[in-house]
Nanobody, 116 residues
Framework: QVQPVESGGGSVQAGGSLRLTCAASGYSGSISIMGWYRQAPGNERELVADIDSSGSIRYVDTVKGRFTISRDHARNMVDLQMNNLEPGDTATYYC??????????WGQGTQVTVSS
């Protein structure tokens, strides 16, 4: 059983930065993909960025050039550095962990609020 635990959310003004961290504990096997999703009120949950075991990275178009995902494979941790934040980035951010058996595990979420 994997338990992702997020930290690092908060409130900033537009143009500010935040760093989210996710630590996936309780799993002795290999993790395939680690990533971040977000969900704003009234919207569906969407992929923000993810990184697979080979280091391949995907970003949603709206965050390219502003957000950077990184992963510590040995420690099963993934970070999301968010720069030049915009009000449209306001959402609850969720860490997602996918095993090679295609099981998904979600963190409880951390709130990011960006004011104009």
């Amino acid at each position: 059983q994997v338990q992702p635990v997020e930290s690092g959310g908060g409130s900033v003004q537009a143009g500010g930065s935040l760093r989210l961290t996710c630590a996936a504990s309780g799993y002795s096997g290999s993790i395939s993909i680690m990533g971040w999703y977000r969900q704003a009120p009234g919207n569906e949950r969407e992929l923000v960025a993810d990184i697979d075991s080979s280091g391949s990275i995907r970003y949603v178009d709206t965050v390219k050039g502003r957000f950077t995902i990184s992963r510590d494979h040995a420690r099963n941790m993934v970070d999301l550095q968010m720069n030049n934040l915009e009000p449209g980035d306001t959402a609850t951010y969720y860490c997602n962990v996918r095993t090679f058996g295609n099981q998904h595990y979600w963190g409880q979420g951390t709130q990011v609020t960006v004011s104009s």
